[in-house]
């Protein structure tokens, strides 16, 4: 079924017009027989990340190397204009008639989906996963702390890759960019962060991984997958560099 296109007007919130049904329907949401039988074969890597850590740099350069295969998610919100350019279907995002996603949503054919501002349905399709398996590569996309978290308590052996910037001052040259964020902004991405923080180690099921140089990021995760390992020799190590993470940011916050 072709999907709506609508652009979403600047200053216009999406809206959900049967929120109630999609939330009663994920409070305790399974997966389908058919769903899991599809999750069981196929290789899954989800990546996590603090903002402008670099997350979506390193899964365009692993999808370049042909092994892997982006899971597009879908969303009930209408496309948006970046820079001028309306997003695509099937690109950015799989837009969604509500009946047809809450239907899916109610067949258990969702890895996870979530209610997102009040104002929209995103998740990953057992659709784009079945995909990867037919294409005989490993599933991959990047998802929230949370999404990841979802993830990894329905299929335990995905990889959950918690990527983790050099250090503070280089991470937040990141965040500014070209463009430096505003006051406002700034500290709303770096509470996220905290948060981010606080559960990643909280949760045993992430690998946590410094990106330092893309290339060498990539090599990690390549050996990752080759190995089929999980956890790394320097674990600790990268955990204690989070921590300093966490603290730096909260001393940054308060002096903001």
């Not at 919100?77 to 008639?97: H, K, M, W």
């Amino acid at each position: 079924m072709e999907q709506p296109t609508l652009k979403l007007s600047a200053g216009t919130a999406p809206k959900l017009t049967r929120r109630e049904e999609f939330e009663a329907a994920l409070k305790d949401y399974k997966v389908s027989d058919e769903g899991r039988k599809i999750l069981a074969k196929t290789p899954f890597m989800v990546m996590v990340a603090p903002t402008s850590t670099g997350r979506n740099t390193l899964i365009n350069e692993l999808v370049k190397t042909g092994k892997y295969h982006f899971i597009v998610s879908d969303t009930t919100r209408p496309p948006r204009e970046n820079n001028g350019i309306l997003e695509r279907d099937g690109v950015e995002y799989f837009f969604r008639a509500e009946d047809d996603m809450l239907a899916d949503i109610k067949a258990g054919m969702f890895l996870e989906a979530e209610v997102i501002h009040k104002q929209q349905v995103s998740g990953i399709s057992i659709r784009e996963i079945k995909k990867a398996q037919e294409l005989d590569k490993i599933a991959i996309t990047d998802v929230e702390i949370l999404g990841g978290i979802a993830v990894a308590n329905i299929k335990p052996d995905a990889w959950v890759i918690y990527l983790v910037p050099p250090s503070f001052d280089e991470w937040l040259n990141r965040i500014n960019g070209r463009t430096p964020l505003g006051k406002d902004e700034l500290r709303n991405r770096l509470e996220g962060a905290i948060k981010g923080f606080r559960l990643a180690l909280d949760n045993d099921c992430f690998t946590f991984i410094v990106n330092v140089e893309k290339e060498d990021t990539v090599k990690i995760i390549e050996e990752i997958t080759r190995t089929g390992t999980h956890h790394r020799k320097d674990e600790q190590e990268v955990r204690e560099l989070v921590r300093t993470l966490w603290m730096q940011t909260q001393e940054f916050l308060d002096q903001l």
